[in-house]
């Protein structure tokens, strides 16, 4: 089974300031993993996915996150952010294997990112 | 349209009373979720199905029961509404190796 660890459940930042959302999963398998952003009163939508291949990983809006096996971590950050970027971010993973319930997507509890002028 | 569409979006329901949230989707995808999301607790899987004949529980499946009457629609029932059963409700679809898709979300309230 797997399980993951958003390590901050709110974040306050400035506008322009650089932000890193910190995410640590554990699992017996090898792992996808996701980040996912949810705007105020809206659903959930792919801000970016680790499936193999390079460890930094580029999303949309300006965000990338970086798959460290080691230390079993999937942190996202962004160098300069917006008001815009105002929301929740929630850190999910999945195991590689198709059968069962190896693939289901497991999700932190969120953190909010509240970016002030 | 929307990739996957719930309905209804907003609901409110006394407690005691049956309540069924539908969806339905286009991606064509196999495998459908429903999760449940409070403030605080992220997503918690109430129920899954990879297809019509395969219907399993998630972590948080007791008060609920689902259906699957087609490869595109999976409703989620409460059998006897309860205040603590309010909350936002997700349905989603999946490939597997390119993460979910979401629908709006149903915001539910138990009275």
């Known amino acids: 089974a797997q399980s993951v660890t958003q390590l901050d459940s709110q974040v306050p930042v400035f506008e322009e300031a650089p932000v890193e959302l910190r995410c640590n999963y554990s699992s017996s398998v090898s792992v996808y993993l996701f980040w996912y952003v949810q705007y105020p009163n809206q659903g959930l939508q792919l801000l970016l996915k680790?499936?193999?291949?390079?460890?930094l990983v580029k999303g949309i809006n300006g965000f990338e996150a970086e798959f460290n096996k080691s230390q079993t971590s999937f942190h996202l950050r962004k160098p300069s952010v917006h008001i815009s970027d105002t929301a929740e971010y929630f850190c999910?993973?999945?195991?590689?294997?198709?059968?069962?319930?190896?693939?289901?997507?497991?999700f932190g509890k969120g953190t909010k990112l509240s970016v002030k002028p | 349209d929307a990739d996957v569409t719930q309905t209804p979006r907003n609901r409110i329901t006394k407690t005691g009373k049956r309540i069924m949230l539908e969806c339905s989707q286009t991606?064509?995808?196999?495998?459908m979720y429903w999760y449940r999301q409070d403030p605080g607790l992220g997503l918690q899987l109430i129920y899954y199905s990879f297809d019509v004949k395969d219907i399993n529980k998630g972590e948080i499946s007791d008060g609920y029961s689902v259906s699957r009457q087609a490869q595109a629609k999976f409703s989620l029932s409460l059998e006897s509404a309860i205040p603590n059963q309010t909350a936002l409700y997700f349905c989603a679809t999946s490939d597997f190796r390119n993460g979910y898709t979401f629908g709006s979300g149903t915001r539910l309230t138990v009275v």
């Open positions: 680790y499936l193999s291949g390079s460890t």
């Open positions: 999910a993973v999945s195991g590689q294997g198709y059968g069962g319930s190896q693939g289901n997507l497991i």
């Open positions: 991606k064509g995808h196999d495998r």
